[in-house]
């Protein structure tokens, strides 16, 4: 929360536990799954649902943002007050996000194999681009009196720099860098905790592990409702894994109306917090769904500019913010804070919107994929090299022996 606004960005859910291959708007995108060429511990299919998914909480995330900032600089018009409540509502794209990496994440999880893998992996998803904006921030942050970067002294500025690259900030009450970030505290701690709970499982009884993780997580849930919904990621992920349950041919029909349903009880949960949890049950209900390609939403979400959103999902949300700062500052300047006039918000809209897609899209190609396959590249070398040396040294014990 900043100056009464809810700052939002999304979760990473591993794009590469779906895909490789990069939906560009101009593609035409039209089955359920497709093919894509990965190495054996990636999936084969794109879940194109999903994928959509992301897209367009993407998308509600940000225009939620354009709002707020607008409101922040006092060039929000007037005229726009009555439907506050549907912008508002957009910042609950990220509990979507959520849902969306509970369910990718424990499956990339159970296909590595190994922990230690998986925590290697979603250092090389989510470090290039983050570390990009974070030196960005902390370099330029103190010399334009960047929020509380005004004045730092060089032992703030050092833990500050070292608990953000941590994430701490967000789940721990330290001053935040990159406002977006926060939640990135929450998607590591996800991540934590699903890995110790795989590695636990492995050496003990799985039974004891998972009540005792059960016994630790709910509490901490009911502390922090809205972190609930990577549970309901996890949940579909194993009722589908395991077939245990058929998709009702009734939940098809209630995708709909339950998809709209999850920010209306959200909103009332900012007042009355159970009801937070009530969302869960129809965020299960849509998502669970999605996930089998056969409801209302399907075709919507399999839309090539929503396919072309999430592939860029993670990288426009990182810089969206970075992009857009400088743009409202100016437009709030130029337009002397004219609440009565539409032109700056839709300058901010199309000027924004243009200056994130372009920036995210350059940051997918170099960041995300280029920097992310030279480390996978160089961290596999690594491996094969340790290997092809224990190897070695074996054969030389044998043959001396």
Same mark, same amino acid.
């Given at each position: ?5 809810r ?6 859910s ?10 560009? @708007? ?21 879940n ?6 992301r ?6 995330? #940000? ?5 707020a900032?607008?409101? &922040?600089f006092?060039?929000?018009p ?14 609950y794209?990220v509990?979507? =996000? ?16 190994s922990?230690?893998? =998986? ?10 681009v983050f ?26 500025? *050092? ?7 941590l994430? &701490? ?7 935040? $860098? ?5 939640? &990135? ?13 795989? $590695? ?5 009884r ?12 709910? @509490? ?6 809205? $972190?609930?919904? #990577?549970v309901?990621?996890?949940?579909? #992920? ?9 998709? @009702?041919?009734?939940?098809r029909?209630?995708?709909? !109306?339950?998809?709209?349903?999850v ?11 159970a ?6 049950? !129809? ?5 669970? *769904?999605?996930?089998?390609?056969k409801?209302? &939403?399907?075709?919507f979400?399999?839309?090539r500019?929503?396919?072309?959103l ?16 400088p ?7 130029? #337009?002397?804070a004219? *609440? ?22 350059l ?25 092809d ?13």
């Open positions: 929360m900043t100056n009464g606004v700052d939002c960005v999304p979760p990473l591993d794009r590469r536990d779906e895909q490789s291959v990069v939906p560009r @708007p101009d593609q035409s995108v039209s089955n359920t799954e497709r093919e894509v060429r990965l190495d054996s511990t990636y999936p084969t299919k794109l194109l649902q999903i994928h959509g998914l897209g367009l909480s993407a998308l509600a995330v #940000f225009i939620y943002h354009l709002y900032m607008s409101m &922040l006092n060039f929000w007037a005229v726009l007050a009555r439907a506050d409540i549907f912008f508002k509502a957009g910042s794209g509990e979507i =996000f959520f849902i969306i990496s509970g369910y990718l994440i424990t499956a990339s999880l159970i296909r590595h194999q922990a230690k893998k =998986f925590l290697i992996d979603r250092c090389i998803r989510i470090y290039p570390l990009a904006i974070h030196l960005l921030v902390f370099t330029v942050g103190p010399i334009i009196h960047y929020k509380w970067m005004a004045g730092i002294s060089v032992w703030h500025w *050092s833990e500050a720099f070292i608990s953000n690259g994430f &701490l900030p967000g789940i721990f009450p330290l001053p935040l $860098a990159q406002l977006n970030a926060w939640s &990135l505290s929450y998607e590591a701690a996800f991540y934590l905790v699903t890995a110790g709970v795989f $590695a636990a499982a492995a050496i003990a799985r039974r004891l592990v998972f009540m005792g993780a059960a016994l630790v997580l709910i @509490p901490a849930l009911l502390m922090v409702p809205r $972190a609930a919904f #990577f309901v990621g996890v949940t579909i #992920f194993f009722v589908n894994n395991r077939g245990m349950i058929q998709l @009702p041919a009734l939940f029909s209630l995708a709909v !109306p339950s998809f709209i349903s920010p209306i009880l959200l909103t009332l949960g900012e007042h009355h917090r009801l937070t949890f009530v969302a869960m049950v !129809p965020a299960f209900v849509f998502f669970w *769904s999605i996930t089998q390609g409801c209302g &939403l399907s075709a979400l399999r839309l500019w929503l396919q072309y999430g592939t860029i999902s993670y990288s426009f949300y990182l810089w969206s913010p970075v992009v857009t700062y743009l409202k500052i100016v437009i709030s300047r130029v #337009f002397h004219s *609440s009565n006039e539409l032109t700056p918000v839709l300058l901010f809209l199309v000027t924004g919107t243009a200056a994130a897609i372009s920036v995210s899209h940051s997918y190609r170099y960041l995300e994929e280029g920097c992310g396959r030279a480390l996978r590249h160089w961290i596999h070398g690594r491996e094969r090299d340790m290997r040396s224990t190897s070695a040294s074996a054969t030389a014990t044998v043959t001396t022996g």
